[in-house]
């Protein structure tokens, strides 16, 4: 059985008798205690041996009590023993190298353990799991909820609403958690017993959801410990890791989730260009190439496209011709640009991104990929923001793709989960007051008749500040038709006036909320079942300029999501700008490899 260690050497404070009975209490499940820190030393003989008496004492009692009893059997490891399915601590992982610099005691999950009466399955994991970490926070660094925390509580709502799994609802937490997804400025402290106690049962629900929603043997114990990073790691010792572990039931996590499987099959094909040294820097242009040209700097592109495997043989002229200008239009397509053919200087400076770079960026989005919904059932709305692209799934079948306008930088779209549950035609726009401080008030000082000329109207005032809406009509922001699923950040899906901003390849221009490329393609979609509302009436309702509210008998999941690297329709691997900068930030969390 694994070792309890309890290390004081932080506090350098006496143990309470509380702390010392959950202590022994806790002996059912470790075959040792090592006591370390400045107290124990401070102890006079008479005491200490008070304190030996009382462990081995009940050590002796515990043993006995296992000795013929059967040990609770790891779900999705071949192992029979208790001690063989507990992960040994890492004690290399301190604060310089771990990804949070947030830890735990483990004293404080052995009393969470005793006062939510954790079964001893769960526990064992829990143990496992944070000894793998060090007992580092998962959920929370200093700043706040991690991404993976956004992932798992996203998944989470998923399987609590939609897939009616009865196991993980919690009204207390998802109060907590509602709370938490929604603070802007969050100080995490390690010692405050609200976190803690947040973290302990994120992680509890995390190891539940595992353990009830994957076919045993998909999901290995120590992988499964491994899903939240838990600390700095060399790029392509990472992904050697994951390319080259084998198991012995081959049976592995992709096999269960498709885009996390064609992500990771890139994955090895960019590693193998790394070990060979990666691809040519082009260099030399200044303007814009296209069919005809010749230049040094040509050669360069073929070689690099050829690489990639964008540009087929082993073309080296210095001629832009028809076979270069066909791989060129494929790499846009990868690269999220219209596929022109010409090659811009943009374009080049995606194609002299360092190819360990693209390694790094694989291992995140596969990350990513963990906290989907593996099989999802009905309709589902996904929105990638990176990728300006809204998806429609049924089931595991695309029905279809829409261009959105997402959130532009200082005005991020948040990634979070809802249920689209209703549909406004002519809405007004109720203008935040965030807006009407910073945009709309200087507008009225300097132009007296600012709001008639916008078609905007004052009904009251809120906090000091004028509450301002917009009416119906084509001026409005909202456009004809806005999209409800209630959220925490006031975000929602609607048309827009501004329909140039489709035409362009990165669409980052909103104040946070979503913008449709075809709203009424999406409102002819949703209410396709209720035959009240026909393609005609739609249409009327949309341009009647009476706001209009219709509910949907059911509603419809959205998930909002950050992959900047994915594999799309065609099998080929995508990338686009990290546009609000969570690339970097879980970069610099994840790796030791400086870029």
Same mark, same amino acid.
Request: aromatic letters at 12%; one cysteine or more; hydrophobic letters at 35%.
């Given at each position: 059985?694994?070792?309890?260690?309890?290390?004081?050497?932080?506090?350098?404070?006496?143990?309470?008798?509380?702390?010392?009975?959950?202590?022994?209490?806790?002996?059912?499940?470790?075959?040792?205690?090592?006591?370390?820190?400045?107290?124990?030393?401070?102890?006079?003989?008479? !005491?200490? /041996? %008070?304190?030996?008496?009382?462990? #081995?004492?009940?050590? $002796?009692?515990?043993?006995?009590? @296992?000795?013929?009893?059967?040990?609770?059997?790891?779900?999705?490891?071949?192992?029979?023993?208790?001690?063989?399915?507990?992960?040994?601590?890492?004690?290399?992982?301190?604060?310089?190298?771990?990804?949070?610099?947030?830890?735990?005691?483990?004293?404080?999950?052995?009393?969470?353990?005793?006062?939510?009466?954790?079964?001893?399955?769960?526990?064992?994991?829990?143990?496992?799991?944070?000894?793998?970490?060090?007992?580092?926070?998962?959920?929370?660094?200093?700043?706040?909820?991690?991404?993976?925390?956004?992932?798992?509580?996203?998944?989470?709502?998923?399987?609590?609403?939609?897939?009616?799994?009865?196991?993980?609802?919690?009204?207390?937490?998802?109060?907590?958690?509602?709370?938490?997804?929604?603070?802007?400025?969050?100080?995490?402290?390690?010692?405050? !017993?609200? /976190? %803690?106690?947040?973290?302990?049962? #994120?992680?509890?629900? $995390?190891?539940?959801?595992?353990? @009830?929603?994957?076919?045993?043997?998909?999901?290995?114990?120590?992988?499964?410990?491994?899903?939240?990073?838990?600390?700095?790691?060399?790029?392509?010792?990472?992904?050697?890791?994951?390319?080259?572990?084998?198991?012995?039931?081959?049976?592995?996590?992709?096999?269960?989730?498709?885009?996390?499987?064609?992500?990771?099959?890139?994955?090895?094909?960019?590693?193998?260009?790394?070990?060979?040294?990666?691809?040519?820097?082009?260099?030399?242009?200044?303007?814009?190439?296209?069919?005809?040209?010749?230049?040094?700097?040509?050669?360069?592109?073929?070689?690099?496209?050829?690489?990639?495997?964008?540009?087929?043989?082993?073309?080296?002229?210095?001629?832009?011709?028809?076979?270069?200008?066909?791989?060129?239009?494929?790499?846009?397509?990868?690269?999220?640009?219209?596929?022109?053919?010409?090659?811009?200087?943009?374009?080049?400076?995606?194609?002299?991104?360092?190819?360990?770079?693209?390694?790094?960026?694989?291992?995140?989005?596969?990350?990513?990929?963990?906290?989907?919904?593996?099989?999802?059932?009905?309709?589902?709305?996904?929105?990638?923001?990176?990728?300006?692209?809204?998806?429609?799934?049924?089931?595991?079948?695309?029905?279809?793709?829409?261009?959105?306008?997402?959130?532009?930088?200082?005005?991020?779209?948040?990634?979070?989960?809802?249920?689209?549950?209703?549909?406004?035609?002519?809405?007004?726009?109720?203008?935040?007051?965030?807006?009407?401080?910073?945009?709309?008030?200087?507008?009225?000082?300097?132009?007296?008749?600012?709001?008639?000329?916008?078609?905007?109207?004052?009904?009251?005032?809120?906090?000091?500040?004028?509450?301002?809406?917009?009416?119906?009509?084509?001026?409005?922001?909202?456009?004809?038709?806005?999209?409800?699923?209630?959220?925490?950040?006031?975000?929602?899906?609607?048309?827009?006036?501004?329909?140039?901003?489709?035409?362009?390849?990165?669409?980052?221009?909103?104040?946070?909320?979503?913008?449709?490329?075809?709203?009424?393609?999406?409102?002819?979609?949703?209410?396709?079942?209720?035959?009240?509302?026909?393609?005609?009436?739609?249409?009327?309702?949309?341009?009647?300029?009476?706001?209009?509210?219709?509910?949907?008998?059911?509603?419809?999941?959205?998930?909002?999501?950050?992959?900047?690297?994915?594999?799309?329709?065609?099998?080929?691997?995508?990338?686009?700008?990290?546009?609000?900068?969570?690339?970097?930030?879980?970069?610099?969390?994840?790796?030791?490899?400086?870029?």
């Amino acid at each position: 059985m694994p070792s309890l260690v309890i290390d004081y050497n932080q506090t350098q404070k006496f143990p309470t008798f509380p702390e010392l009975f959950t202590l022994m209490g806790s002996l059912t499940h470790y075959g040792r205690v090592i006591l370390k820190g400045m107290w124990f030393v401070q102890l006079n003989n008479m !005491k200490r /041996f %008070i304190v030996y008496a009382a462990i #081995l004492g009940n050590l $002796f009692a515990s043993c006995q009590s @296992n000795a013929g009893g059967d040990t609770v059997k790891d779900n999705n490891d071949d192992k029979s023993s208790g001690q063989k399915n507990v992960s040994k601590r890492d004690l290399s992982i301190n604060p310089s190298n771990s990804y949070s610099s947030l830890f735990l005691d483990s004293m404080q999950m052995e009393n969470f353990f005793k006062e939510k009466k954790i079964s001893d399955s769960v526990s064992r994991r829990m143990r496992s799991f944070y000894n793998t970490r060090n007992y580092q926070f998962a959920w929370f660094s200093k700043d706040g909820l991690t991404e993976q925390a956004l992932g798992f509580w996203n998944l989470h709502e998923y399987a609590t609403t939609y897939e009616n799994d009865t196991l993980l609802r919690d009204k207390a937490l998802q109060k907590r958690m509602d709370a938490l997804v929604a603070e802007e400025d969050l100080s995490v402290s390690a010692s405050n !017993k609200s /976190f %803690i106690n947040t973290e302990l049962t #994120l992680t509890q629900h $995390f190891i539940m959801y595992m353990l @009830n929603n994957f076919d045993k043997g998909y999901v290995k114990r120590k992988e499964m410990e491994r899903f939240i990073p838990y600390k700095k790691q060399d790029i392509m010792q990472v992904a050697d890791s994951l390319l080259n572990k084998k198991h012995k039931d081959n049976k592995y996590f992709e096999d269960v989730n498709e885009p996390y499987k064609l992500l990771k099959v890139k994955l090895g094909q960019y590693y193998n260009i790394a070990k060979a040294g990666g691809w040519p820097q082009v260099t030399g242009v200044t303007k814009t190439l296209k069919k005809g040209t010749s230049s040094p700097a040509v050669a360069l592109i073929k070689k690099r496209l050829q690489i990639t495997g964008d540009m087929a043989g082993h073309d080296t002229s210095q001629v832009f011709n028809d076979t270069l200008e066909n791989a060129v239009r494929i790499y846009q397509a990868r690269m999220g640009y219209t596929p022109t053919g010409t090659v811009t200087t943009g374009l080049i400076k995606d194609m002299n991104v360092p190819v360990l770079k693209r390694v790094e960026q694989i291992l995140m989005n596969m990350g990513r990929m963990r906290w989907m919904p593996t099989t999802p059932s009905g309709q589902l709305i996904v929105v990638n923001i990176p990728e300006f692209v809204l998806h429609v799934y049924e089931g595991k079948k695309k029905a279809f793709d829409m261009n959105v306008v997402v959130g532009k930088e200082g005005h991020n779209t948040m990634m979070f989960s809802g249920d689209l549950n209703q549909i406004v035609f002519s809405p007004y726009w109720n203008v935040p007051q965030s807006i009407v401080e910073k945009e709309i008030l200087p507008k009225m000082t300097s132009n007296p008749d600012y709001l008639a000329s916008q078609n905007m109207e004052q009904v009251g005032t809120e906090d000091g500040l004028p509450k301002i809406r917009q009416l119906p009509g084509e001026k409005n922001s909202l456009g004809r038709v806005k999209f409800l699923f209630p959220n925490s950040f006031n975000i929602y899906f609607h048309d827009t006036p501004a329909k140039s901003l489709f035409d362009k390849d990165k669409r980052a221009y909103s104040h946070g909320c979503i913008r449709l490329s075809d709203p009424e393609k999406m409102a002819n979609y949703l209410l396709k079942d209720n035959s009240e509302w026909t393609p005609e009436k739609i249409n009327e309702a949309m341009y009647s300029g009476t706001e209009k509210f219709v509910k949907l008998k059911k509603p419809v999941p959205v998930v909002i999501t950050y992959y900047t690297s994915w594999v799309d329709d065609n099998g080929r691997i995508n990338f686009r700008d990290d546009i609000y900068s969570h690339d970097q930030k879980l970069a610099d969390k994840m790796f030791s490899t400086a870029l």
